[in-house]
Nanobody, 114 residues
Framework: QVQLVESGGGLVQPGGSLRLSCAAS????????MAWYRQTPGNQREWVAT???????TYADSVKGRFTISMDNAKNTMSLQMNSLNPEDTAVYYC????????WGQGTQVTVSS
């Protein structure tokens, strides 16, 4: 079993940057894909970005060019570098392993506001 622990959320002004981290522990060798999702009150959870064990990355159109997903295999930590943030990026961001029906972190709040 895998445990996911997120960190890095907080308050940032429009145009600013944040870096989220997700530390994986346990049977990390069972992970074949990791992703970031986000959710605002009253809305469905929205996919943001995915990285596979082979290193392939994909992004939602809404964040492409602004966000970068990466994996530090030595530390078993996935990161999401978020640049040029706008208020529409405000959400709870969730770390995910092995797809929507897989494993989830508790989430970390990102608030973009003046």
């Amino acid at each position: 079993q895998v445990q996911l622990v997120e960190s890095g959320g907080g308050l940032v002004q429009p145009g600013g940057s944040l870096r989220l981290s997700c530390a994986a522990s346990g049977n990390i060798f069972s992970i074949y894909r990791m992703a970031w999702y986000r959710q605002t009150p009253g809305n469905q959870r929205e996919w943001v970005a995915t990285i596979t064990r082979s290193g392939s990355t994909t992004y939602a159109d809404s964040v492409k060019g602004r966000f970068t997903i990466s994996m530090d295999n030595a530390k078993n930590t996935m990161s999401l570098q978020m640049n040029s943030l706008n208020p529409e990026d405000t959400a709870v961001y969730y770390c995910n392993a092995n797809g929507y029906g897989g494993l989830w972190g508790q989430g970390t709040q990102v608030t973009v506001s003046s």
